[in-house]
């Protein structure tokens, strides 16, 4: 059975950082897009940073800069490590994968999601 377990999320004040994972089980990345989306309350869910089955990431003009995805193969995990953090960016993270297939932040490629992890940023 494929899952997806993310870990890492939590509260912090405005400019600091998290790091979050995205653990797979039964799955492996390689190959495949994987991503990270958020959703915030009253909000569409939004991809902001995705790697390409060769390792090169895609980010969101709202987070490049700032945020960083990563993934390690042999561990069969993802990494979002988020830095200089804004109140914007609260809200719930989910890592997806999927075949690679188009736009990396469209929904269509992803079949497996995670169960998501709440960010919160206070002012």
């Known amino acids: 059975q494929v899952q997806l377990v993310e870990s890492g999320g939590g509260s912090v004040q405005a400019g600091g950082s998290l790091r979050l994972s995205c653990s797979a089980f039964g799955y492996s990345f390689s190959g495949k897009y994987g991503a990270w989306f958020r959703q915030a309350p009253g909000k569409e869910r939004e991809g902001v940073a995705g790697?390409?089955?060769?390792?090169?990431?895609s980010y969101a003009v709202s987070v490049k800069g700032r945020f960083t995805i990563s993934r390690d193969n042999a561990k069969n995990t993802m990494y979002l490590q988020m830095n200089r953090l804004e109140p914007e960016d609260t809200a719930v993270y989910y890592c997806a994968a999927g075949n690679p297939s188009g736009y990396i932040f469209a929904h269509g490629p992803y079949t497996d999601w995670g169960q998501g992890t709440q960010v919160t940023v206070s002012s």
């Open positions: 790697v390409y089955p060769g390792g090169s990431p």
